[in-house]
């Protein structure tokens, strides 16, 4: 892994700015970071070849002396640097243990950056190990569907239905790229199965809402589907029943959608229900987690207990934003557990610095040999839920 910086002068909009390469894992990352003024962000742009992979920004909230505005350019430039080299590393350890779970969160990292090569590499491996994993297939199909290529989309969605047919997302994801062929009754078929699975699935309300709004623009004449006007009722039914069931939906936009549907104006309705989706608290829940679980396992710091501190405080924080989202409640028990096992192993070390200081110090003795024994189905347990 090698890194080269140069630091470019300053230009009317940015007051600094750094250029440098990463080569990792046979490729050569061309990355941009500079500081602009006028919107006070930190912008870090990732090249691969010439092409725009990604894009990062970070905001200044606060007015900064230049040499701090310097530094901060410096040190976000360094972190997505080092989150590249990370990601390619732990790519080689993961290959070498063959943990499917683990293949299929690194994989969406890499979808999360837009590696695409990388994150198909993932998933197919996770595929190999664990061919009847639904959720493999279904991340596997959101790449294709990432780059445009909805037909190879649309098959490994099938395929995860056949594996799982009783998981929600895959109909939900399988609905939405059929709305992207224009496939608008297929679409809603498989919302509503989505739906037929799990009744609380918002996402899935939602969607359907969407799309029987969409088709009302686009299939006017399909005789197949209901009438216009019985699309747009059943439109605004699905909008409040999502908005009953996530606080996630910005109620100001749904309340002006619903006014413009009673007023048949379906596609500012549509237009408004676009504004109304906020994904930001559940995709950076997401990439959260499967970034601490990658680092937990396989990246070999000697901070580990801060890790899982930071995990827990950020958890909570999310919780407060999010209280029905339940993976994050899921994934603070295991943290929870995780901080558990710190504590009993620190607890397993002072029992035998007591017997270090004391070799006849039969309580110790005893409590050491208790916790060695009980708390081996503890480690068992906890190993078999990171799995």
């Known amino acids: 892994m090698v890194e080269t910086k140069t630091y470019s002068e300053e230009t009317p909009n940015e007051s600094f700015g750094i250029n440098g390469d990463v080569q990792v894992g046979g490729r050569n990352f061309h990355i941009q970071t500079s500081f602009v003024l006028d919107t006070n962000q930190i912008i870090c742009s990732v090249f691969d070849g010439g092409r725009l992979i990604v894009k990062k920004i970070k905001e200044l909230h606060s007015t900064e002396p230049s040499e701090n505005v310097n530094k901060e350019v410096e040190l976000y430039h360094q972190e997505i640097s080092a989150c590249i080299q990370f990601l390619f590393a732990i790519a080689d350890k993961i290959k070498a243990v063959q943990h499917p779970l683990s293949h299929n969160r690194l994989g969406l990292i890499f979808l999360k950056n837009n590696f695409f090569e990388e994150a198909i590499e993932q998933f197919e491996l996770a595929i190999r190990i664990e061919s009847d994993n639904a959720e493999f297939y279904l991340n596997l199909g959101n790449v294709y569907v990432a780059q445009g290529i909805y037909a190879k989309a649309v098959d490994q969605y099938k395929i995860g239905i056949e594996k799982g047919p009783e998981y929600a997302d895959l109909h939900n994801y399988l609905g939405l790229v059929l709305s992207k062929q224009g496939k608008y009754l297929d679409s809603i078929e498989q919302f509503r199965e989505a739906i037929q699975i799990n009744k609380q699935y918002h996402e899935a309300y939602f969607n359907l809402g969407l799309i029987l709004l969409e088709s009302t623009e686009r299939d006017l004449r399909d005789s197949r ?30 309340k002006q959608g619903l006014r413009y549907i009673e007023e048949k104006q379906s596609r500012n309705a549509f237009d408004e229900f676009l504004l109304a989706r906020d994904n930001n608290i559940v995709d950076s829940a997401h990439d959260y987690e499967n970034d601490f679980f990658l680092r937990f396992l396989f990246g070999g710091r000697d901070d580990e207990e801060q890790l899982v501190d930071e995990f827990v405080k950020k958890l909570i924080e999310l919780i407060k934003q999010n209280p029905e989202f339940a993976d994050l409640h899921n994934n603070l028990g295991v943290a929870y557990l995780i901080q558990g096992r710190n504590l009993l192993l620190r607890a397993m070390e002072e029992f035998r610095q007591a017997l270090k200081i004391n070799p006849q110090f039969a309580k110790a003795d005893k409590n050491l040999r208790l916790v060695e024994n009980d708390g081996r189905g503890f480690l068992i347990l906890l190993r078999a839920l990171l799995k």
Do not use: G, T, V
């Not at 909008?239 to 939906?249: D, E, N, T």
């Open 225 to 254: 589907l209901p009438a216009p006007s019985d699309r747009l009722s059943e439109a605004a039914k699905r909008f409040r029943k999502a908005m009953q069931l996530s606080r996630l939906y910005n109620r100001k936009h749904i």
